[in-house]
């Protein structure tokens, strides 16, 4: 089940980043709201999910301790419009 950012469990130096970094890639649906995911396997919209999922893990890229470690941003940004571009071209 999904947790909020002010959990106990994330006031022990646990962040929100390591709980969502920590998923990748078996356990990524824990950190999703389980009735959206509900919702969306409900409508036969799998392709959604995998794009959350997409998002979430540049989140997790761009949110990196170290500055260094993190994805630039006109990357992020071209693989952001490359998701939204699929999407679009799905629900056609």
């Not at 999922?53 to 260094?68: A, F, H, K, N």
């Amino acid at each position: 089940m999904g947790r909020r950012p002010t959990s106990e469990a994330f006031r022990a130096g646990f962040t929100l980043h390591d709980y969502v970094e920590m998923s990748f890639p078996e356990r990524v649906m824990e950190v999703m709201d389980p009735h959206l995911i509900q919702k969306l396997e409900a409508d036969g919209r799998d392709h959604i999910l995998e794009s959350i999922i997409s998002v979430l893990r540049i989140g997790v890229m761009c949110s990196s301790q170290s500055p260094r470690d993190r994805m630039e941003m006109g990357d992020a940004v071209n693989q952001l419009h490359s998701i939204r571009n699929l999407l679009l071209r799905l629900d056609q």
